[in-house]
């Protein structure tokens, strides 16, 4: 189910409250299968994945589009499509997904019922020259609560911009 940006966020702020975080286990069988789903795809290369170590995020899988000139509603379509049909859980997901000039993202949440647990993360496909910043340590939920985030430069340069475009935050 795609949702804003911000009612995304407030659902994994609830399903934190009520489920278990992914096991390691479950989690890095999930960074395995986001590792496959995006390199098996003919639109993207160089892919990057890492654990945050925070709920709200735990994957954050970075790529690039082979070819720069890919329109932006392809690359949309096609990690929706892999999100849809290879990663997400099958009992519940939800995704929100921001796009600017240079990356465009893919958050998401899914839950397993069975065992009450849950992940998150975000795909971030960055188009264009790499951002050249240092990280921000900081995710601002709807409420204007910091919360601490290890995000890598290419995704904080991303989030900055896209903030500066929003005029939020």
Same mark, same amino acid.
Request: glycine letters at 4%; a negative charge; proline letters at 5%.
């Given at each position: 189910? =795609?949702?804003?940006?911000?009612?995304?966020? =407030?659902?994994?702020? #609830?399903?934190?409250?009520?489920?278990?975080?992914?096991?390691? +286990?479950?989690?890095?069988?999930?960074?395995?299968?986001?590792?496959?789903?995006?390199?098996?795809?003919?639109?993207?290369?160089? %892919?990057?994945?890492?654990? *945050?170590?925070?709920?709200?995020? =735990?994957?954050?899988?970075?790529? =690039?589009? /082979?070819?720069?000139? *890919?329109?932006?509603?392809?690359?949309?379509?096609?990690? *929706?499509?892999?999100?849809?049909?290879?990663?997400?859980?099958?009992?519940?997901?939800?995704?929100?997904?921001?796009?600017?000039?240079?990356?465009? %993202?893919?958050?998401?949440?899914?839950?397993? /019922?069975?065992? /009450?647990?849950?992940?998150?993360?975000?795909? %971030?496909? %960055?188009? +264009?020259?790499?951002?050249?910043?240092? +990280?921000?340590?900081?995710?601002?939920?709807?409420?204007? *609560?910091?919360?601490?985030?290890?995000?890598?430069?290419?995704?904080?340069?991303?989030? #900055?911009?896209? /903030?500066?475009?929003?005029?939020?935050?």
């Amino acid at each position: 189910m =795609q949702l804003d940006p911000a009612a995304l966020e =407030q659902l994994k702020e #609830r399903v934190a409250a009520e489920y278990q975080e992914s096991t390691i +286990g479950d989690l890095e069988a999930m960074i395995a299968d986001c590792r496959r789903a995006v390199e098996a795809s003919s639109l993207f290369a160089s %892919v990057a994945i890492r654990k *945050t170590g925070t709920p709200v995020h =735990q994957i954050e899988v970075e790529c =690039q589009p /082979r070819d720069p000139a *890919t329109p932006p509603e392809t690359i949309t379509i096609e990690i *929706t499509r892999i999100w849809l049909e290879q990663l997400a859980y099958d009992d519940f997901e939800a995704h929100a997904i921001t796009s600017s000039d240079h990356a465009i %993202v893919l958050d998401f949440l899914t839950v397993a /019922r069975g065992p /009450r647990i849950f992940a998150t993360g975000m795909i %971030v496909v %960055v188009r +264009g020259d790499r951002c050249q910043v240092s +990280g921000i340590r900081r995710w601002f939920r709807t409420d204007q *609560t910091p919360v601490t985030c290890h995000l890598s430069p290419r995704t904080a340069c991303f989030l #900055r911009q896209l /903030r500066n475009q929003l005029n939020v935050w």
